[in-house]
């Protein structure tokens, strides 16, 4: 059985910080890529950050400057430090790992910034 799983969001005033967190199935994490998305109401899933198995990062324009994603191999877990957050950051972000055409996603974990 595969897993994926979220922690860390929560509520957080405007220019704070947040870091989260995604656990996943040692059979797999090695060899995937990892990547965090985000999804608010009435909009489509958006991604957020992206990190290969090679530790190569990719960003949303939005989010630039501001995220960094990065991989732990021995803890199997892959982090977002969310800092200067803004209120257009307010979503639920999920976390997903893609290897050879499977795909795995994570139950979100909510993040909302105030003001």
């Known amino acids: 059985q595969v897993q994926v799983a979220e922690s860390g969001g929560g509520l957080v005033q405007a220019g704070g910080s947040l870091r989260l967190s995604c656990a996943a199935s040692s059979t797999i994490f090695s060899i995937s890529a990892m990547g965090w998305y985000r999804q608010t109401p009435g909009k489509q899933r958006e991604v957020v950050a992206t990190v290969t198995t090679g530790s190569n990062t990719n960003y949303a324009d939005s989010v630039k400057g501001r995220f960094t994603i990065s991989r732990d191999n021995a803890k199997n877990t892959v982090y977002l430090q969310m800092n200067s957050l803004k209120p257009e950051d307010t979503a639920v972000y999920y976390c997903?790992?893609?290897?050879?055409?499977?795909?795995?996603w994570g139950q979100g974990t909510q993040v909302t910034v105030s003001s």
């Open positions: 997903n790992a893609q290897y050879w055409g499977a795909s795995y």
